[in-house]
């Protein structure tokens, strides 16, 4: 008896000794910071990755000494093994294992900013898009035309039909991803707009809209200005003259515009040439924004019929008579 009693002693002597030792590791893991240096690092979880995989990739990269399977044990004690998101994120120096699960698990990931300004060109978007390595691209031919088909929208041009906006995105996002978010964007906030539009506007549809907002957001980028030139423009309309807006020209000439319109630029017929041509153009000239889309379906009331840039502020001087506005244009494009 007194044998069976000293083995079942040194049998508990035993497991005291190993809980003990487990509790330290365990205590251990809590409190052991991963060892990425004095700087942040920025991590890739793939999709599909367990807790196990992450596990042996951190070990297998130095950043930690623990075996690999406290990371996958840990997680299921807390019944959080199943709940980790991919995506990339950044691990700041001193982080826990605990603390590194937690940002698996609420998919803290990191999140990129990319700033599409509004007055650029679609095909200005596009090259941005391409130019940014963050995104991942899988665009073969990257002018517009073939841009619009490979994203579904075929049956549109493109100018002016994605969303001038801040926009945050993570690791993996694709160029057409980005492209068909700012398009939807663009659509929802110009139906929105349309739906809420002022009365008796010469627009056909919400597009016509769209063209005189891109023409707008070319001509000023003074806020309290766009309201007052739409209706400049609408009354244009309205009165069956002509815009003779040089944004359009400009855009009309394409690759021939070097800086300067000349007096034959503005006589050239193209089907932008609003000193040649009634109506609005057949395509936006721009990517326009909310102000400007705004404006277009908001005109000013008024008389003006005419604005000239007063160098001032990118300001403009309004003149309800060609007399008036004559006048304006000696004074502040002539200097006489």
Avoid: C
Avoid at 76 to 84: D, E, F, G, I, W
Avoid at 155 to 176: C, R, V
Avoid at 288 to 311: C, M, N, Q, R, W
């Amino acid at each position: 008896m007194r044998l069976i009693k000293n083995i079942l002693l040194f049998l508990l002597l035993l497991i005291a000794i190993a809980m003990a030792l487990a509790w330290n590791q365990y205590q251990r893991f809590l409190s052991t910071p991963l060892q990425i240096g004095n700087e942040s690092i920025h991590y890739m979880v793939e999709s599909g990755s367990s807790l196990l995989d992450i596990g042996q990739d951190l070990n297998a990269k130095g950043f930690t000494s623990l075996p690999p399977k406290y990371l996958y044990f840990y997680g299921r004690l807390q019944n959080k093994a199943h709940l980790v998101k991919a995506g990339e994120y950044k691990i700041l120096p001193n982080t826990t294992f605990p603390e590194l699960l937690d940002q698996l698990v609420e998919g803290q990931v990191i999140q990129y900013s990319f700033t599409l300004i509004e007055g650029m060109t679609s095909q200005q978007f596009i090259d941005a898009i391409v130019a940014d390595e963050r995104f991942e691209k899988t665009l073969t031919d990257t002018k517009l035309a073939a841009v619009m088909k490979a994203i579904g929208l075929d049956k549109t041009h493109g100018e002016g039909e994605f969303q001038p906006e801040t926009y945050h995105f993570t690791a993996g996002t694709t160029d057409k991803e980005m492209l068909q978010r700012a398009h939807a964007m663009m659509i929802a906030t110009l139906e929105l707009e349309w739906q809420n539009r002022a009365k008796n506007l010469p627009y056909k549809t919400s597009y016509d809209a769209l063209i005189m907002a891109s023409i707008i957001e070319k001509e000023s980028g003074i806020a309290e200005e766009r309201p007052q030139i739409a209706g400049v423009f609408i009354r244009r309309l309205a009165k069956g003259m002509r815009l003779q807006t040089d944004p359009t020209v400009i855009y009309g000439m394409g690759d021939k515009y070097k800086g300067n319109i000349r007096r034959k630029d503005l006589t050239t017929d193209t089907p932008y040439n609003t000193y040649t041509r009634y109506g609005l153009p057949p395509t936006p000239i721009a990517l326009p924004s909310k102000e400007a889309i705004h404006a277009a379906l908001h005109p000013k009331d008024g008389k003006s019929l005419y604005f000239v840039a007063t160098g001032k502020e990118g300001r403009h001087y309004f003149s309800k008579t060609l007399v008036e506005h004559n006048k304006a244009v000696r004074k502040y494009q002539l200097n006489r």
